[in-house]
């Protein structure tokens, strides 16, 4: 890869899409950021792990196919291989390969370059990338990334996972690896990773992290600001998705969705109800668990005994009057689960 060529190539980035953008899609000055660092490592064939996580709905997709797509048009007379990973085949690995076949049909010029083989496979020439899912019982070893790997919404992937069969295919050519994602909980790959990454970059000063907030992303994108005010004034700054999804702040693993203040809004004083009384209004919640279709009666058993419940819970729905709140209160009257029962 000449100078000149790199040079060229970085030039998809800063000029208007009229001259040289890919797919008609004007990335971004917080993804151009991202997107330069990545394709020049890869490039430089530096080694280097990045991570980038950015708010729910702010462009990391559409990025990390604009990536893609670029990789394997520059490296289309090599024998290139990429892989990205994601926690699951469907939806997600689907998506993915459906936004870099938006690039590609967008371009006129890659409308008839690229092909799509076995069904998870993406080709330019002779450069290849492979879509996996991660999820605990996908069997994926053998893969290699000699160029790429990624890891998409890492904080959903498994630590086991990544270790035993997913980092290993870019061991013998110490391809670039990217852990996109958004923020969760300090315990996820994707949490183990930026720490990493970070003293990485106390080390040697080079860029491998880029956490963004819904403050930033709002800088450049008015509607998305006044989307996520929104979201605020319903759920509240402090709300669990509000922190992860749109600021990036990780919360306690093990106070997870429910911290002890959270809960202890959830107790009530009355009494447990078996019967219904008349004028009131009652909701039956029903939360469907995985049935075994030959259960009997002694669970130890079960094919897997330790599975999750179908769990009904009955409401009393009564009408809040205060001003402040004006929504319902639900209290919960009854509660009944089912282990390795059949649903009908």
């Known amino acids: 890869m000449t100078e000149e060529h790199i040079h060229n190539f970085f030039l998809i980035f800063d000029h208007p899409p009229s001259s040289t953008e890919l797919s008609g899609i004007v990335l971004r000055g917080y993804q151009r950021a991202v997107a330069d660092a990545i394709t020049r490592a890869v490039m430089e064939k530096r080694g280097l792990s990045f991570v980038v996580i950015f708010p729910r709905q702010s462009g990391k997709n559409v990025l990390q196919a604009q990536i893609e797509a670029h990789l394997l048009t520059i490296y289309s007379q090599t024998d290139a291989e990429m892989v990205k990973v994601s926690p699951t085949w469907k939806p997600q690995s689907l998506n993915a390969m459906r936004r870099l076949e938006r690039v590609f049909k967008k371009n006129k010029s890659l409308r008839n370059l690229w ?12 450069a290849m990338l492979y879509f996996f899912s991660g999820s605990p019982t996908s069997s994926i070893v053998g893969a290699t990334a000699s160029l790429l790997l990624e890891c998409d919404e890492a904080q959903d992937i498994q630590i086991s996972k990544y270790d035993k069969e997913i980092a290993p295919m870019a061991a013998s050519t110490n391809a670039t690896r990217v852990f996109w994602g958004t923020a969760w909980t300090s ?6 990773e930026l720490r990493a990454a970070r003293l990485q970059e106390q ?7 880029w956490v963004l907030t819904a403050d930033q992303v709002g800088e450049e994108v008015p509607a998305y600001k006044k989307f996520v005010e929104e979201q605020i004034a319903r759920l509240g700054r402090n709300n669990p998705l509000v922190k992860t999804q749109y600021f990036s702040e990780e919360i306690d ?3 997870g969705m429910f911290p002890l203040q959270r809960q202890a809004l959830m107790r009530g004083a009355h009494s447990r109800q078996v019967e219904p009384i008349a004028g009131r209004m009652y909701a039956f919640c029903i939360d469907v668990a995985g049935q075994d279709e030959g259960a009997i009666a002694d669970l130890e058993e079960l094919s897997n005994p330790k599975r999750d419940s179908t769990v009904l819970t009955i409401f009393e729905l009564e009408v809040n009057t205060d001003p402040l709140i004006m929504k319902p209160i639900y209290k919960v009257l009854y509660r009944f689960s089912w282990v390795g029962v059949k649903h009908s």
Not at 115 to 126: H, K
């Open 115 to 126: 092909s799509r083989r076995s069904g998870y496979i993406y080709q330019v020439g002779s």
């Open 187 to 192: 315990k996820t790959l994707l949490a183990r």
């Open 203 to 209: 080390a040697d000063g080079i860029q491998r992290t």
């Open 253 to 255: 693993a093990e106070g």
